[in-house]
T-cell receptor
Framework: EPEVTQTPSHQVTQMGQEVILRCVPI?????FYWYRQILGQKVEFLVS????????KSEIFDDQFSVERPDGSNFTLKIRSTKLEDSAMYFC???????????????FGEGSRLTVL | AQSVTQLGSHVSVSEGALVLLRCNYS??????LFWYVQYPNQGLQLLLK??????LVKGINGFEAEFKKSETSFHLTKPSAHMSDAAEYFC??????????FGQGTTLQVKP
C-alpha cells in the first residue's frame, strides 16, 4: 500500500540552526501539507501546497518557514533559524484531490520529531 | 469557519467495556468528518470518515461513528474495548480549502 514517508524520524539541533525536514508523498497525490504537534497538544495546520505553490498557510508559518517541492517527488519543510518553541513532531500529509472516493482524506507520514536545544 | 470540539481530553474504560469518544462539529455546509488514531510514537492513521453517504460509518478495528446533523455530532464508538485500543484519538473536519482541522484529541486509556 502506498504511503507517505518522512525523514529524518528524529533530529536534534541547536537553537538558531537551519533544519530541513523531508517528505515523499504518495506518488499520484496533488495536495501536500505540513502539520505540527507540540508534545501533548493538538495537531496544528502549518501549510498546504498545490501546483508548486503555497495554497494556504497558518499564522504559525511565518518567514522562518518555507516549503518546496524541488524534484517532483520530495516535499520539504525548512526552518531557517530554529527556536526552542519549534520543538515538535512535524507531520507531512498528502491528498489525491477534491473529488473521488478519497475526497478529503489526508494520508499522513510517521512524523519527524524535532528537538531544539 | 469549520471546527471540531472533542469533549473529554481523557477517557478511561475497562477492557471489554463500551468506548465512546465525543466530537461535535461546527460547519455552515455539510462537512467531511474524520477520526484519526495516533498510537504512541507513531503517526496519524485514519479510522473512518464521513463524506455525506451513510450516516453510520464503520471503520477499522471495530470502530464506528454516527453522523447526527441534529446534534452536530460525530461520536466514535466501539462495543468492546481492547488493550490495544489505548491511544490518542483525533476528530477532524475538512475545510473548504481541503485542509484538515483537528480537535484537541482524546486520550483513551484501557484498564485490564
Amino acid at each position: 500500500e502506498p504511503e507517505v514517508t518522512q525523514t529524518p524520524s528524529h533530529q536534534v539541533t541547536q537553537m538558531g540552526q537551519e533544519v530541513i525536514l523531508r517528505c515523499v508523498p504518495i506518488s499520484n497525490h496533488l495536495y501536500f501539507y505540513w502539520y505540527r504537534q507540540i508534545l501533548g497538544q493538538k495537531v496544528e495546520f502549518l501549510v498546504s501546497f498545490y501546483n508548486n505553490e503555497i495554497s494556504e498557510k497558518s499564522e504559525i508559518f511565518d518567514d522562518q518557514f518555507s516549503v518546496e517541492r524541488p524534484d517532483g517527488s520530495n516535499f520539504t519543510l525548512k526552518i531557517r533559524s530554529t527556536k526552542l518553541e519549534d520543538s515538535a513532531m512535524y507531520f507531512c500529509a498528502s491528498r489525491a484531490g477534491l473529488a473521488g472516493p478519497n475526497t478529503g482524506e489526508l494520508f499522513f507520514g510517521e512524523g519527524s520529531r524535532l528537538t531544539v536545544l | 469557519a469549520q471546527s471540531v470540539t472533542q469533549l473529554g481530553s481523557h477517557v478511561s474504560v475497562s477492557e471489554g467495556a463500551l468506548v465512546l469518544l465525543r466530537c461535535n462539529y461546527s460547519s455552515s455546509v455539510p462537512p467531511y468528518l474524520f477520526w484519526y488514531v495516533q498510537y504512541p510514537n507513531q503517526g496519524l492513521q485514519l479510522l473512518l470518515k464521513y463524506t455525506s453517504a451513510a450516516t453510520l460509518v464503520k471503520g477499522i478495528n471495530g470502530f464506528e461513528a454516527e453522523f447526527k446533523k441534529s446534534e452536530t455530532s460525530f461520536h466514535l464508538t466501539k462495543p468492546s474495548a481492547h488493550m490495544s485500543d489505548a491511544a490518542e484519538y483525533f476528530c477532524a473536519t475538512s475545510s473548504n480549502t481541503g485542509k484538515l482541522i483537528f480537535g484537541q484529541g482524546t486520550t483513551l486509556q484501557v484498564k485490564p
